[in-house]
């Protein structure tokens, strides 16, 4: 955990910061495993560069038993060889997990974390604070500009922003980095999750994320989705809050799950699910024989684009005559992943609307 804090914590304890979570979910990770017989290592290595948050991360540190901690107080540009040298000495069959989860955009030059995005095997989740980033990257000041240049690690994502303006401009920004990231190391796969301001219909950051396998997909795609429903009761909550505060009024609260249709998320999963839809047909069209684990990857890379939707997709082509799927055997009802099933054009004739 590259910006470990913590910040903003309620609990004495820590029980809400973000490296308590953390070596929390892994304790329990470790557990799971040990009673299928495998007993894993943790070792986790935690960086804090201000004073007062690193007294806490090292008190947290010092109590905690069932993992290996490490914690250094250093920025993290300055410490990219010592995580490096972290992993190293954990064997031959480490895996680590790279956290990098910053307050803006400085501090992770692409440059600079290369080496740390390059270890293989390994995987990158990183915080992209869009909002911040969105507001200043056509900036003229001269020392934002150089910060977004070491960000991105290229003036280009000027040229393929410049005429964009709204969420076309804030998609192509991230698309961008996720570009930057895909090849500086060497990822097979990179996807995004979109978070929301809790009060406000903008966004707050995306998540990016970056891995070598296809299962590293299906299981940050599976936590979007429970992460989106989440959030989105949050985010009722906190606006009914705000209301309540302005009116001095209290509202009936409903009991189920909340309702998001016509609202600000509901307009944001069409937008990807159309560009989704858009991207996979292109695919198929260009290629004319698309397999499905192509398909997949290339629907799932969007936000709040879930695998359902790819397979309605292909039934709704299946049905209208433009495709048909191949290598399935007769028990096979939908196509899978890394199984030989392909998808046959029959027709470029096929609208693509969601």
Known sequence: DCFSGPWNVRSEKLQDSSFYVAANELR??????????RDIRLRCLFLESASA?????????????YAEIKTLKAEFEDSVDDVVSFVRAGGRGSFPFVFVDPTGWTGFALDVIAPLLQLNP????????????????????AAIQKSFNRLFGTIDYRSRIQSLSGKDREDELVRCYMDAIRETGGFKHVCA???????????????????????????????????????????????????????????FAFDGPVSCAGSHYEQLRDRYLRAAKDHVWALLTERQRLLF?????????????????????????????????????????VPKREMGHWLVLLSTSEGTDA
């Open 293 to 333: 684990e192509h398909a997949w990857v290339g629907a799932l890379q969007f936000p709040l684009v879930w695998e359902s939707d790819l397979k309605g997709w292909i039934e709704e082509w299946k049905s209208a005559g433009c495709i048909r799927l191949e290598g399935l055997s007769s028990s096979d009802r």
């Open 122 to 141: 390994g995987e990158v989740l990183i915080n992209f604070m869009t909002g911040h980033i969105v507001r200043f990257a056509e900036s003229s000041d």
């Open 28 to 37: 329990r990770a470790k557990s799971t495993h040990k009673s299928n017989g």
């Open 193 to 251: 999750a979109i978070v929301l301001h809790p009060e406000k219909d903008r966004t707050h950051f995306h998540l990016i994320y970056a891995t070598r396998n296809l299962k590293g997909v299906e299981v940050f795609k599976q936590v979007e989705k429970k992460a989106m429903e989440v959030m989105e009761k949050a985010r009722a909550d906190a606006q009914q809050r705000r209301r309540e505060t302005k009116t001095g009024q209290a509202e």
């Open 53 to 65: 948050p690193y007294q806490q991360l090292l008190r947290f540190a010092e109590e905690t038993t």
